[in-house]
């Protein structure tokens, strides 16, 4: 049990506007007992990062249905430059499959495609949550 | 692993006051969560606060809160004044989750370092604030946030908690809300030390202005000469004027401001040392010899506990 529910930031970064898909994620992670803070498309990295920090997140979650799965490793870089590397970071969308190795090796904790279920996304982004506060804690400590 | 924790603490409150805007997002997390490292943060920053004005926000669900704050914080901004928010939201009461989605409508300043803003769940809490509410407009006050603004849930009438935290109340309408009764009803509308009609550019604000004015003219007693702002967020009509009115309250009401948050700041600390005494007994004893103790012993316990509380109020 956590001390308090998981935070989760569901976004879209990119110049594709369709985000039906994140509201529908943003639906299930609330039913699940987090607390979402969601945003319109059209987020730039810059923003992504002050929301991260501000709202002190345990995990985004990126919507990508075009190509702007292609600025996650921007993202994971711009993150660690601001100190939050604890932070993990999740996509959904249209991933086409020989650029997922891409992403993951760039440090994308976990994919979700079409068909994926709401149990796989709530059971992952729990424990992506549980590893975010453990890094956390550690990065603290030192 | 106690002192640790402490040291934990006491570093995150150093990085808070060098004005760390991600030791602010953390320490929010932190009161929030209201266990013992709230305590120790607290502590740790005891002294830290009383500097900031904080300005809260209320009135039913629709009537434009989050779009009003948009157009206030643009125009504090012009002048250049770092402005925090506190956007409570609601909770869900089936599965304590929530989609916290206010600061989409102040999305214009997420790239703007003079702007912090932090979405916050009721958590279960009723009363249109969170529990912690206090706390964190505490933690954005000794970061150095000069303005916070707090905007609560837009629950109902009776969501009057936000006068135990906020300096100055704001109660905002919109026409098509309700009749001429709802004006005369007990609730939010009484702890407005300002009242905004927003939506004025619809044809019915006027009546609800004028039905506000009515309740004012009938009311006896303090709070009787507040004025009704026509106002429209979405035009921008009269949200300068409404800026400027809340700064001459704010400043009019300075001398009585430090006197009111001495008052609440008294009443959290009481709060601070009954929390305080909790984890004790919770650190101390188990929940079975809890259960065991007997009448007597639970009556002494308590005892001794107000008279450790009194002291430490006194402090």
């Known amino acids: 049990m956590m001390a308090y529910p998981e935070r989760v930031l569901v976004t879209k970064i990119g110049f594709d506007g369709h985000d039906r898909g994140s509201r529908v994620v943003a639906a299930y992670l609330r039913d699940a007992g987090m607390e979402v803070i969601y945003t319109p498309p059209w987020q730039e990295i810059e923003t992504v990062v002050k929301l991260a920090m501000q709202e002190d997140v345990d995990v985004v979650g990126v919507s990508s249905l075009a190509t702007d799965h292609l600025i996650m490793p921007d993202l994971i870089a711009a993150l660690r430059d601001a100190e939050m590397r604890h932070v993990r970071l999740i996509v959904g969308g249209i991933i086409p499959q020989n650029e997922q190795p891409e992403l993951m090796d760039a440090g ?19 424990k992506l949550a549980v590893e975010a506060r453990a890094a956390r804690e550690t990065a603290e400590v030192v | 692993m106690s002192s640790n924790k402490k040291t934990r603490m006491e570093a995150l409150a150093e990085r808070l006051r060098a004005g760390d805007s991600r030791a602010l997002g953390r320490a929010l997390t932190v009161v929030e969560s209201g ?3 709230a305590l120790a943060l607290t502590e740790a920053l005891a002294g830290a606060f009383g500097e900031a004005h904080i300005v ?10 989050s779009t009003l704050l948009d157009a206030l914080i643009h125009e504090w901004r012009k002048e250049g004044r770092p402005v925090a928010v506190l956007a409570v939201d609601p909770v869900s009461p089936v599965s304590g989750g929530a989609v916290l989605g206010d600061r989409t409508r102040m999305g214009a300043h997420s790239l703007d370092d003079g702007v912090f803003i932090r979405s916050v769940s009721a958590r279960g809490h009723l009363g249109g604030l969170c529990e912690a509410a206090h706390d964190m407009a505490d933690m954005m006050d000794a970061a ?10 837009g629950a109902g009438q009776s969501e009057t908690e936000i006068t135990q935290v906020a300096d100055l109340s704001v109660v ?8 001429e009764l709802q004006a005369i009803k007990a609730g939010i509308l009484e702890i ?4 905004v009609v927003n939506k004025v550019d619809r044809d019915d604000a006027d009546e609800t202005a004028k039905h506000l004015e009515a309740m004012l003219a009938l009311r ?8 009704v702002l026509r106002v429209s967020a979405a035009t921008g009509r009269g949200v300068t004027e409404l800026k400027d009115e809340i700064d001459q309250l704010l400043e009019a009401t300075g001398a009585t401001v430090g006197a009111d948050r001495k008052r609440k700041r008294e009443a959290r600390k009481r709060r601070l040392a009954v929390l305080r005494f909790a984890s004790r007994i919770s650190a101390g004893i188990s929940e079975e010899d809890f259960r065991a103790m007997r009448p007597e012993e639970l009556d002494r316990a308590i005892e001794r506990s107000l008279a450790l509380l009194s002291t430490e109020v006194e402090d």
């Open chain 1, 108 to 126: 994308v904790s976990a994919i979700f495609g079409p068909g994926a279920t709401s149990e796989e996304i709530v059971e992952t982004v729990r």
């Open chain 2, 35 to 37: 266990d013992d490292d």
């Open chain 2, 56 to 65: 809260g926000f209320t009135g039913p669900p629709g009537a434009g809160k």
């Open chain 2, 144 to 153: 150095g946030w000069p303005l916070i603004l707090i905007e609560t849930v």
């Open chain 2, 172 to 179: 905002i309408s919109a026409p098509g809300l309700g009749d």
């Open chain 2, 192 to 195: 407005g030390d300002l009242l």
């Open chain 2, 220 to 227: 006896s007693g303090a709070k009787r000469d507040i004025s």
